[in-house]
């Protein structure tokens, strides 16, 4: 069975300081991959989603970046993080195109 | 207008209920149509997953898709405490775009 992972679990981070969040999906391979946003009573925000290694698209021009340096491995990353990229990440990956999306756990991030 | 639109709640019902949550969208290219169920400070899960038109049952639980009126639902039958989460529809092209409701936060009373 496929499973993701997340972490860290949660995180504290000051304005200004530099983001990694890490991703990885067990048991399938050539997924497709997601980073998601969720704020509360706002839904998902889809940030990046990519469908192999070293490709990566971005929906919404903002602080942060993806990387895709493995199949099945997803990187998040800020340079640095401001006050406005608090919130859940989520990542989600898709087995081969068959339109069901699994969500890992989740970071909740905070930015002091 | 919203892709998909969804009726935030809080919905509050009594354990043994039926419940009925719904949503409606606006592309008529969705195919792929999607439940999930989120407890508090956890990743969405996925309950059900439906094709185009028609109904699914897994267990307790019902999808319904109606593509000719854009709406979709989803029945929980003998609802119970555990039962009590947010739930979220998504809905997708063939493509890599998935589109979620603002989800519904659904509490069922012992």
């Known amino acids: 069975s496929q499973t993701i992972h997340q972490w860290p679990a949660t995180l504290v981070q000051p304005v200004g300081s530099p983001l990694s969040l890490e991703c990885t999906v067990e048991g399938t391979s050539n997924p497709n991959l997601y980073w998601y946003r969720q704020a509360a009573g706002r839904g998902l925000q889809l940030l990046f989603y990519?469908?192999?290694?070293?490709?990566i698209s971005s929906e919404v021009p903002q602080n942060l970046s993806a990387s895709r340096p493995q199949d099945r491995q997803f990187i998040l990353s800020s340079k640095k993080l401001l006050l406005s990229d608090s919130g859940f990440y989520l990542c989600?990956?898709?087995?081969?195109?068959?339109?069901?999306?699994?969500f890992g756990p989740g970071t909740r991030l905070t930015v002091t | 207008q919203k892709e998909v639109e969804q009726d935030p709640g809080p919905l509050s019902v009594p354990e043994g209920a039926i419940v009925s949550l719904n949503c409606t969208y606006s592309?008529?290219?969705?195919?792929?149509f999607m439940w999930y169920r989120q407890y508090s400070r956890k990743g969405p899960e996925l309950l059900m997953y439906?094709?185009?038109?028609g109904n699914k049952e897994d267990g307790r639980f019902t999808a319904q898709v109606d593509k000719s009126s854009k709406y979709i639902s989803l029945f929980i039958r003998d609802s119970q405490p555990s039962d009590s989460a947010t739930y979220l529809c998504?809905?997708?092209?063939?493509?890599?775009?998935?589109?979620f409701g603002t989800g519904t936060s659904l509490t069922v009373i012992p």
């Open positions: 998504a809905m997708s092209t063939a493509g890599n775009q998935f589109y």
């Open positions: 439906t094709y185009s038109s």
């Open positions: 989600a990956f898709e087995r081969d195109n068959d339109y069901e999306q699994y």
């Open positions: 990519s469908v192999g290694i070293g490709q």
């Open positions: 592309n008529s290219a969705f195919q792929y």
